[in-house]
């Protein structure tokens, strides 16, 4: 089992920038893909961002250029950093982690979300 908790949501302006983050703990032998999914009010959830193991990104065009994605592997930690937020970035952010299970084999956790509010 993994557990995931995220952090770093909060209530920012316009162009104002914010930085999540999400850890990993519990029983398993590796972390694979690690990424971010946002969902609206009245909206379908929907990828952020993505990095591999390897590092490699994977960016949705509404984030493209303002948001990065970076991980620590020693921390189990994935991280979000949001630049020029706009108010149609609102929403719950999830943490989403692919990790090896012990005797279940690769498993996709979920965190709980942290809401981000973009003012106009």
């Known amino acids: 089992q993994v557990q995931l908790v995220e952090s770093g949501g909060g209530l920012v302006q316009a162009g104002g920038s914010l930085t999540l983050s999400c850890t990993a703990s519990?029983?398993?032998?590796?972390?694979?893909?690690m990424a971010w999914f946002r969902q609206a009010p009245g909206k379908q959830r929907e990828l952020v961002a993505l990095?591999?193991?390897?590092?490699?990104?994977t960016y949705a065009d509404s984030g493209s250029g303002r948001f990065t994605i970076s991980r620590d592997n020693a921390k189990n930690t994935v991280y979000l950093r949001m630049n020029n937020l706009k108010p149609e970035d609102t929403a719950v952010y999830l943490c989403?982690?692919?990790?090896?299970?012990?005797?279940?084999?690769?498993?996709?956790?979920w965190g709980q979300g942290t809401q981000v509010t973009v003012s106009s």
């Open positions: 990095i591999s193991s390897g590092r490699d990104t």
């Open positions: 519990g029983s398993f032998l590796l972390i694979r893909d």
């Open positions: 989403n982690v692919q990790a090896l299970d012990r005797t279940l084999g690769p498993q996709n956790y």
